[in-house]
C-alpha cells in the first residue's frame, strides 16, 4: 500500500500546476502550466517532473520567448535520517556558485524547499533538452536492454562510451578540485559521511555554510563509527543471504572471498586510518552515466580536425546530488566504470581517463587555489595517487554488493549479475586480492 501523501507533497503538488505561483515566489509572468511525469528519469528517490511555463506575450525569459521548460522532483516522504535534502543545498551553495564560474556545467535552480520532520523536499530546476549518457553505452550494458538506442542518441551519431566517460570524469574533477583536502571545521552538516572525518564532537553543530536559519541540521545523531559500524553491519546480514535469495548468481568464487573478507576485515578504526591517509573532497556518491546529461542545441557534435573524439565538456551536465559525501575524489570514477563500461574499453582507456581526470583536476586546483599552491599539490597527490584511490574506490561496490542482494524488486538477477561481473573484472585488473590490501566498504 503506498504512503499517505504528506501536506508538503499536496501543497506542491497543486501549487506547480498554478501561474499564481510561479508568478508570486519566482516573480515570472506565467499565463498556463502544464505539468506531466518525466518518464524518462528513472534512478531517484522523489517523482520526477516536466514542467512548461507559458509566458505573457511580449516577455521573454532565459531566451525561450513564450515557454519556459522547468524540472521538479517532488519527494513525498523519506526516512529524515537519509538527508536527501542535501541536494538542495549542494545545488544552492556550491553548484550554482562553480556554474557562474565556468568551471562546471549545473542546471539553474528556480526554487527549493524541505521538511526535516517527513523527509520530503522540492527541487525546481532549469529543463536540459539532453540524451541520458547511460545510452551511449550500448547493449552490453543491462542499463539499455530494451532501448532504441539508435533513434535516442540520433542528435549525437559520433559520441561514443569513451568520449563521454572523458568529459564526464572532466566535469566531475573540477568539483573535486574546487573542494580538496577542505578544512574539516568547514563541512557543511548536510554532507553524508561528514561525521567520518570530523568527528562525534561536531554533530550537532551547524557550520557556516549550514544556514541554521534554514531549519538545516545534521542528518543524524549517530557518531560517525556508530554510523559505519551499522552500515557494515547491514551489508554482512544481506551477504549471508546471497545464495538463498540469488541462487542464479555466479559469484565467481574470486569475488565471493573479496567480499568475505573485506566485510569481516572492516572495522571503524581501520576504515577511518585509511580515509584519513588520503585527500578527501566532496564526492558525487552516485556517478554513473544515467545521474549525466548531454545537451542537445543547434549546433552538431563531430569530430574535430584531428578526426578525434570531440570535446564534450560544455555540453555535459551532472545531476542527482541527493547522495553527495566526503571521500577520496576518484571513488566516483571506480563507481562509473563498474557501472557502466565494458571491461575491455576500461583496460584499453584507463590510463588516458585518469590523465584526462588529472588534467582537469589541476585546473580546478589553479582556480581555486592560485598557481603556487597548485603547483605544491601536482608534487604531493599525482597520476598514480589518482589510481590508487580509483582502484580503492571499488570498495563502494563491494558494498553495494551486499546490500544489493535483498533488493530484488529494484535491480533484477541480469542486472545484479552485470554489476557482479563487472567487480570481478576491476579487481582482477588491479590485482585486488583478499587481504589486508583490499578496498574498503563503504556507502
Excluded at 542464479?248 to 581501520?270: C, M, P, Q, V
Aim: charged fraction near 20%; hydrophobic fraction near 35%; aromatic fraction near 12%.
Amino acid at each position: 500500500m503506498p504512503p499517505a501523501l504528506t501536506p508538503f507533497y499536496t501543497k506542491y503538488y497543486e501549487a506547480l500546476q498554478t501561474p499564481e505561483w510561479y508568478q508570486n515566489e519566482l516573480q515570472l509572468p506565467v499565463i498556463s502550466v502544464v505539468m506531466v511525469p518525466y518518464l524518462d528519469a528513472g534512478g531517484h528517490h522523489a517523482e520526477v517532473l516536466k514542467i512548461t511555463l507559458n509566458i505573457r506575450q511580449g516577455d521573454v525569459v532565459n531566451g525561450n520567448g513564450g515557454k519556459l521548460e522547468l524540472v521538479a522532483k517532488l519527494l513525498n516522504e523519506s526516512d529524515p535520517a537519509a538527508g536527501y535534502e542535501r541536494e538542495l543545498f549542494i545545488y544552492k551553495y556550491s553548484l550554482t556558485p562553480l556554474a557562474e564560474q565556468g568551471l562546471i556545467n549545473s542546471p539553474k535552480l528556480y526554487f527549493s524547499d524541505f521538511e526535516k520532520s517527513t523527509g520530503s523536499k522540492l527541487l525546481l530546476l532549469e529543463s536540459i533538452p539532453s540524451v541520458q549518457c547511460g545510452r551511449f553505452f550500448g547493449m552490453t550494458s543491462p542499463h539499455n536492454h530494451g532501448k532504441d538506442l539508435v533513434e535516442m542518441t540520433k542528435a549525437f551519431p559520433n559520441v561514443t562510451a569513451v568520449s563521454i566517460t572523458k568529459a564526464a570524469w572532466s566535469q566531475i574533477a573540477k568539483l573535486h578540485g574546487s573542494y580538496w583536502n577542505v578544512p574539516k571545521k568547514d563541512i557543511p552538516v548536510y554532507i553524508k559521511g561528514r561525521d567520518w572525518v570530523v568527528g562525534r564532537e561536531s554533530s550537532e553543530e551547524t557550520d557556516e555554510e549550514g544556514k541554521q536559519d534554514e531549519g538545516l541540521t545534521t542528518t543524524t545523531h549517530l557518531s560517525g563509527e556508530e554510523q559505519y559500524n551499522h552500515m557494515i553491519a547491514f551489508a554482512r546480514t544481506q551477504w549471508a543471504r546471497r545464495h538463498e535469495v540469488r541462487p542464479n548468481t555466479n559469484f565467481y568464487g574470486y569475488l565471493d572471498k573479496i567480499i568475505d573478507f573485506a566485510l569481516d576485515y572492516s572495522t571503524w578504526e581501520r576504515f577511518i586510518d585509511r580515509l584519513n591517509s588520503v585527500p578527501h573532497t566532496l564526492i558525487h556518491s552516485d556517478f554513473y552515466p544515467a545521474n549525466c546529461l548531454l545537451k542537445i542545441d543547434d549546433e552538431k557534435v563531430v569530430p574535430n580536425e584531428n578526426n578525434t573524439e570531440p570535446n564534450l565538456d560544455s555540453r555535459l551536465y551532472l545531476i542527482d546530488y541527493e547522495l553527495t559525501s566526503v571521500g577520496p575524489g576518484p571513488q566516483d570514477l571506480a563507481q562509473w566504470v563498474i557501472s557502466h563500461l565494458h571491461p575491455d574499453l576500461r583496460k584499453d582507456n584507463e590510463d588516458e581517463l585518469m590523465q584526462t581526470y588529472y588534467n582537469s583536476l589541476i585546473q580546478a586546483w589553479e582556480a581555486k587555489f592560485g598557481s603556487e599552491r597548485c603547483q605544491e599539490l601536482q608534487k604531493s597527490y599525482t597520476v598514480s595517487d589518482v589510481k590508487r584511490d580509483y582502484i580503492y574506490g571499488g570498495g563502494k561496490w563491494i558494498w553495494l554488493i551486499a546490500v544489493c542482494v535483498g533488493s530484488v524488486d529494484m535491480i533484477s538477477d541480469v542486472l545484479y549479475q552485470h554489476f557482479v561481473t563487472q567487480l570481478t573484472h576491476f579487481f582482477q585488473t588491479h590485482g585486488v586480492e583478499a587481504n589486508e590490501n583490499v578496498p574498503l566498504p563503504r556507502s
